[in-house]
């Protein structure tokens, strides 16, 4: 499926062009963006490798991971990026995960995403299962999934090495029948 656009009332899913790449390394590129997030901070070169992936796995048959742009309405930038994969060992199952820049935080726009992603990947990838890992601390995060409709079901022990540390995750999902068929989102 490409190309994939969603929008709800506030904001856009879009793929991702090379035009993004500062963007994107706003985002990746920040500290406080990527605290919570399984990497450290990207330098511009790897920003540029990333995307030049995220463009290039769009269009591959099959397609196993949607890397979206989040737009802002109001202002036509790029304020965050989305990400779906497929899982290749479930059914059906996909991941989930996004990130906005800090100036982006505290409006809203978290659950919003989440909620154009998850009903993108239920209604036009026909997905069973979308789960996402958080880190432990990211309390935000935490309140955004859940009032997403996804639900905590548990740790990964030691999942994640950042920093040269083993870091937990906590693991949020939904199902398919959970998500509201009549959500804020459009097509």
């Not at 030691?158 to 870091?167: D, T």
Request: proline share 4%; charged share 25%; net charge negative.
């Amino acid at each position: 499926m490409y190309p994939v656009t969603r929008s709800s009332a506030c904001l856009d899913l879009r793929e991702l062009a090379l035009t993004d790449v500062e963007a994107v390394y706003a985002i990746y590129g920040s500290p406080a963006a990527t605290e919570h997030l399984s990497f450290e901070p990207r330098d511009r070169e790897q920003v540029e490798q990333i995307m030049a992936r995220s463009i290039a796995a769009a269009t591959a048959t099959p397609r196993r991971e949607y890397a979206l742009a989040v737009i802002e309405h109001e202002t036509a930038e790029l304020i965050g990026l989305g990400r779906l994969a497929l899982d290749p060992h479930q059914q059906r199952g996909a991941t989930m995960g996004f990130a906005l820049r800090p100036q982006a935080w505290g409006r809203g726009y978290g659950v919003e995403t989440v909620r154009l992603l998850l009903s993108f990947g239920f209604s036009e990838l026909g997905l069973h299962r979308i789960w996402g890992a958080r880190s432990p601390i990211n309390e935000g995060s935490a309140r955004t999934v859940a009032a997403a409709g996804m639900v905590e079901e548990g740790t990964i022990r030691e999942h994640v090495l950042r920093g040269g540390k083993w870091r937990d995750s906590v693991v949020h999902a939904i199902l398919d029948r959970e998500f509201p068929t009549s959500s804020s989102t459009d097509h």
